[in-house]
């Protein structure tokens, strides 16, 4: 029987700064990353026990409440906005390692209140890592809240994301 497979180089080509979020409208990914063995491409794999997370993805709720919001009986919106990460995960190198693809950070701002802004941006790392066969690809997710159509910056939120080849991540406030 044959050594394992070890995988020291993996690479995502998807690592540019993406807009997520402009004035509250939300922006998909224009490029999916992964995490795949130097010189191959994810369809390059066996995704044949492939996991999900495109119905179910990671993510965390802040809402932002003002008086008017709070005290008037829902005449008034509050500021709620979901950021998160999704992706698939499960690939396989000739029977071994754990890899993924199809990743995708999100920021949707669900409501707003009057003459609030949410803007945000995200990024995937470009030096993923293998730890005990698995596959880790970090990102970041800088969510900007506005009032005043913008004209007056209230807060800046910024989010460390980790997904990995075997389903497992997280999603937490930096």
Known sequence: MGDAVT???????????????????????????????AGKQPMDLNWDHQGDRVEHPLQLTYRWDTYASAHTDGLFSPTVVRV???????????????????????????????????????????????????????????????????AMHVQDLHFGILCAGDGAGYIRQV
């Open 7 to 37: 995988f020291s180089d993996v690479w995502n080509a998807v690592k540019d700064v993406a807009t997520l979020c402009r004035n509250s409208e939300h922006v998909a990914m224009p490029n999916y990353a992964f995490v795949a063995p």
């Open 84 to 150: 998160g990460v999704q992706w698939r995960f499960g690939g396989t190198m000739d029977g071994h390692g754990l890899f993924l693809h199809e990743a995708a950070l999100f920021c949707v701002a669900d409501s707003t209140c009057v003459g609030a802004t949410v803007d945000a941006t995200g990024s995937f790392s470009g030096s993923p890592y293998m730890t005990n066969g698995v596959a880790q690809l970090e990102g970041n997710i800088t969510l900007t809240i506005g009032e005043v159509g913008g």
